[in-house]
């Protein structure tokens, strides 16, 4: 069985092309945008579900008191590891961009990622076979060793995905048309999980003791089953794929280590002022759709509808991620990403005048949920894009650490997110068994300040740094990709090289040919 994966991997080697521009086979197009079907999945049932299955099934063995005392530890584990990973992410993403293999950078990394990371998954659900009904603290031990691993081997895996897309191809449009394949089927897979995880459980439940409830052998088949559509999806990166070679990757064999690639990103303004801007968004979003259940619970009094807010989210990613590279033909992602703001602008407006309409709140989630794809999208394509930008101002091509950026803002974003989300909780009053009839207007306006108005101003503030700092364009990326080209040819050093954004831009307004 190794043997033959081996031979199918090593027929799918890299190959030297001089124009790593050209459009992707759709056999790749295809193997590339099932990839993130599994990781989405996982990522949701890892993120959310196993907290949900901690809570209500882990502990069902043990001692109430002390199944409350354990579940108090696990999720406060969890969440501790989660912030830790944030400063390990640029040191996986610096492990990966210094993998040299006959099969590519990013491609070994689908393969043992996806792997390790979904046999742990299963591991964790499986309640570490049931050892937490042997020695609870022993299972503590080996839980914390496994989760870390577990967390990594995910990361490494996340990281090699958006991290290959430089590697697929160099020009902007195409890497936007692979950015849309993985965010449509990220969409479906993450959002499948939330409709099939209760039957999924409570099935299994039923086929193994007969019960019509939540058990653990439910749990354990739920993580098996997205372990193994986990590997599935992610071999299928591994095998599908193929990392194109040119001068402007061959000359970033070399890229330090973890020292020289901080140095780098901090060096690569562009990058950091797209980081900026993202994490303030982030952090807005990330605390609004936290709160939406308070919104229908405790404002409208109407909780059953909350579940449609899912909904226009799935349907929301599912249009517009095949929409985006369509309009990017047209129209720039500067101006995609300015509109996206906009309509979230209007949104908070709406959501923190008219809360208690429930017509206009559904409208207000419509220009909520739609322009998320177009500034994720935007975001990741600029992201990548920096790469070439910080090769020629630097000298240094950090591909995964510069893409690790994005993971780690997101995990930046939700750690700050819990906490808030607490805050809105406490400070509001919604909290235990309080209702709707409970609350009185000044909890009602605190929770309209916190949800919609403070992340409103950062919103706004997010707009004003892409628009005032973030002059990389698909018109910049390909003049300096064509730089890059020209220096690399003639055997000029580009690390004596340092150009800036407007040495770019000034050769962008002598290239008028240059086209978005």
Not at 6 to 15: A, C
């Amino acid at each position: 069985m190794l043997w033959v994966l081996k031979e199918k991997i090593m027929s799918n080697e890299n190959v030297a092309d001089g124009d790593v521009r050209r459009k992707g086979g759709l056999g790749q197009r295809i193997a590339y945008a099932f990839g993130n079907l599994g990781q989405a999945a996982f990522y949701n049932a890892m993120s959310t579900y196993f907290i949900v299955y901690v809570t209500s099934c882990l502990f069902s063995g043990v001692d109430k008191a002390l199944a409350a005392k354990l579940i108090g530890v696990i999720t406060s584990l969890v969440v501790i590891i989660r912030i830790a990973e944030i400063f390990v992410d640029p040191l996986l993403g610096n492990l990966v961009d210094n993998t040299n293999t006959k099969w590519g950078r990013f491609r070994p990394w689908q393969f043992f990622g996806g792997l390790v990371s979904s046999v742990l998954l299963a591991v964790v659900f499986s309640g570490m076979f049931g050892l937490v009904n042997v020695n609870s603290t022993l299972f503590i031990v080996v839980f914390v060793i496994t989760f870390i691993v577990l967390d990594v081997f995910y990361s490494l895996r996340d990281i090699s995905y958006w991290g290959m897309i430089p590697a697929l191809s160099s020009d902007s449009h195409e890497r936007s048309t692979y950015t849309a394949l993985g965010s449509f089927t990220g969409s479906i897979g993450g959002n499948a999980i939330t409709i099939l995880v209760i039957p999924v459980v409570t099935y299994f439940s039923w086929v193994f003791t007969g019960e019509n409830a939540e058990h653990q052998s439910g749990w354990t088949a739920f993580g098996i089953i997205v372990a193994v559509l986990g590997i599935m999806t992610a071999w299928t990166v591994a095998f599908g794929t193929r990392e194109n070679q040119s001068a402007l990757r061959a000359n970033a064999e070399d890229n330090g280590g973890p020292l020289q690639a901080f140095k780098a990103v901090f060096q690569n303004d562009q990058l950091l002022w797209v980081a900026l801007s993202y994490l303030l968004y982030a952090i807005a979003n990330v605390t609004t759709t936290g709160v939406l259940l308070f919104l229908f619970k405790f404002v409208l009094d109407n909780q059953a509808a909350f579940s449609a807010t899912g909904v226009i989210a799935m349907i929301a990613g599912l249009v517009m991620s095949p929409l985006y590279p369509i309009l990017n033909r047209y129209i720039p992602r500067r101006y995609l990403y300015i509109g996206g703001m906009v309509s979230m602008i209007v949104a908070y407006v709406m959501l923190a005048l008219f809360s208690s309409n429930i017509v206009l709140v559904f409208i207000a989630l419509v220009l909520f949920y739609v322009p998320g794809t177009l500034i994720m999208m935007t975001v990741i394509l600029s992201l990548t894009d920096s790469i070439e930008y910080g090769q020629l101002k630097n000298g240094k091509r950090n591909e995964a650490v510069t893409l690790s950026i994005r993971p780690m803002l997101d995990k930046i974003g939700g750690a700050l997110s819990n906490g808030i989300v607490g805050f809105i909780a406490l400070a509001a009053g919604m909290t235990g068994d309080a209702t709707a009839a409970d609350m009185t207007p000044t909890n009602i306006h605190v929770f309209k300040i916190c949800a919609f108005y403070a992340p409103l101003i950062l919103i706004v503030l997010s707009l004003v740094v892409f628009v005032s700092k973030v002059k990389i364009t698909e018109k910049m990326h390909a003049q300096i990709v064509d730089e890059l080209e020209a220096k690399l040819a003639s055997g000029e050093i580009v690390d004596d090289e340092a150009q800036t954004v407007e040495a770019v831009e000034a050769i962008n307004e002598e290239t008028p040919a240059a086209k978005n």
